[in-house]
């Protein structure tokens, strides 16, 4: 799942902000799976008034708590489903085109939608426009070109990434070849991302335990530019700083996430640790460059704050955690299966478990603003 990168506030009450949501659905017995867009109604913020001050939890109003008079309804609504044949692995629009998107299916296809060629109601049809064909097993990375429209990158179990250009689509058939094969991995691809300052560069990593980078100038489809063993079971996730160049994470089975500098990765940065389980995915706040969102089978999701690496803790303040842990989300009763920010209210997020309940959450304001002394994430590359 992913926020839309867009809001609809401007169609709705002035007290309340809408945004879109991409859904994929994990049914069992059979049942039919679909893609699905929701609207997420949010009220918006407001400053707090004194009479809304929560003695227990010493804050003054919370998130979603409307003045006295208004509602604060959350409201959420299914506003369009397509058939999709089987489970959904992963779903991802187009940043270019947030009605465009692809799916990575069970069968080891590839699918690219476009929503405004389909109803609101399901027609019992499976009906993509575009069938990306070439993986031999299935798979779950999955990344959109941020540079070339059209563009995007796919990690599978056949120990393989291929790169796509969905503009070389003719409409003569329905289905589309890789241009490029990299076969540089032994082991199940998990995760693929292109790096959002350099357009040749794409950062995959494996149950083979290694982190590799491709460069696209370069034609060697058996060997990565760079190649690093970075943690000890498998790596299931890479996110790449959005705000600097060379800070990047990396998400394990081993419980830690791993923090790197691009221009030296021979050795991590730094180690976080805060998990019980295999860390599966990683998200940087598109708002606040120093904050890292985690999630793991332990059913939490984490926002680490890169910027108090090394702060000093009292013997108190480290009963909870390293320095450089901000939040932890125990909400979920179920393994995690995936959880996007919203791109255009800060620190909202929605994530959803393999149990299929999904959440809308924000931290609290006096979490956030603990400490306002914040260090830039460039300085964690130096």
Request: aromatic share 8%; net charge negative.
């Amino acid at each position: 799942m992913a926020y839309f990168d867009n809001s609809m506030a401007a169609r709705h009450s002035v007290d309340f902000t809408t945004h879109r949501l991409l859904i994929g659905t994990h049914t069992s017995s059979g049942a039919q799976n679909y893609i699905q867009i929701a609207h997420v109604q949010l009220p918006k913020a407001t400053a707090p008034t004194i009479q809304e001050y929560d003695a227990d939890r010493e804050e003054l109003g919370s998130y979603g708590a409307a003045p006295i008079g208004k509602s604060s309804e959350i409201k959420f609504n299914i506003v369009q489903k397509i058939d999709h044949p089987g489970e959904v692995n992963k779903a991802r629009y187009m940043p270019q085109n947030a009605d465009v998107f692809a799916t990575m299916c069970t069968n080891a296809k590839v699918m690219i939608w476009d929503r405004t060629k389909h109803s609101s109601v399901p027609t019992g049809v499976v009906t993509p426009q575009i069938e990306l064909l070439g993986h031999e097993m299935e798979g779950f990375g999955l990344s959109w070109s941020p540079f070339t429209e059209g563009q995007l990158a796919t990690g599978s179990e056949d120990h393989t990434v291929r790169l796509w250009d969905i503009q070389g689509f003719s409409k003569s058939s329905k289905t589309l070849a890789p241009t490029n094969i990299f076969a540089h991995h032994t082991a199940f691809v998990n995760d693929v991302q292109h790096h959002p300052h350099h357009s040749f560069l794409i950062g995959t990593v494996s149950d083979d335990l290694t982190l590799q980078l491709l460069d696209l100038r370069s034609s060697k489809a058996d060997k990565s530019a760079v190649k690093t063993n970075g943690h000890d079971d498998a790596i299931n996730a890479i996110a790449f700083n959005p705000a600097t160049e060379f800070l990047f994470a990396t998400a394990s089975a081993d419980k830690t996430i791993a923090l790197w500098d691009l221009r030296n990765m021979r050795v991590k940065l730094h180690t976080l640790e805060g998990h019980q389980d295999a860390v599966t995915s990683l998200s940087w706040n598109p708002d606040e460059d120093s904050i890292l969102a985690s999630s793991s089978y332990d059913r939490r999701i984490i926002f680490w704050d890169v910027s108090k690496v090394g702060d000093e803790q009292s013997t108190e303040d480290a009963e909870d955690g390293p320095p450089e842990m901000l939040f932890m989300h125990g909400g979920h009763t179920n393994r995690i299966s995936d959880f996007g920010w919203n791109q255009n209210d800060p620190w909202v997020m929605c994530s959803a478990a393999e149990d299929n309940l999904i959440q809308v959450w924000k931290i609290s304001s006096t979490i956030i603003n603990k400490d306002g002394s914040d260090v830039p994430a460039e300085e964690m590359d130096q």
